[in-house]
């Protein structure tokens, strides 16, 4: 069993940057492919970037390349999802997701661990 805890949302205002954690706890971090969705009030939970822990393959939804960066630190079971030149659409629960399959994915029901989420808001 894998759990999952996010960290690091808040409030920011248009432009600045945020970076949100996702500590990993259970075994084998390492055989693991991690990811991040977003879901806005009322709307399905939607990709927003994967890594694989093994060789740090990733993945950045279209839309956000070049303002959201995804990263790791195996040493701490920690990925990372920085957010920069944030707008307030960017406004939404953030979720930390696992997968023990190895792939790549941006579909949300391959992933087996959840999160609690954490709450990014982008307001001034």
């Known amino acids: 069993q894998v759990q999952l805890v996010e960290s690091g949302g808040g409030l920011v205002q248009p432009g600045e940057s945020l970076r949100v954690s996702c500590v990993a706890s259970g075994p084998a971090f390492s055989n693991l492919v991690m990811g991040w969705f977003r879901q806005y009030p009322g709307r399905e939970r939607e990709f927003v970037a994967t890594?694989?822990?093994?060789?740090?393959?990733?993945y950045v939804e279209e839309s956000l390349k070049g303002r959201f960066i995804i990263s790791k630190d195996n040493a701490t079971n920690t990925v990372y999802l920085q957010m920069n030149k944030l707008k307030p659409e960017d406004t939404a629960v953030y979720y930390c997701a696992a997968q023990s399959q190895a792939i790549l994915t941006t579909i949300e029901s391959q992933y087996n661990f959840w999160g609690q989420g954490t709450q990014v808001t982008v307001s001034s």
């Open positions: 890594i694989r822990q093994s060789d740090g393959h990733s």
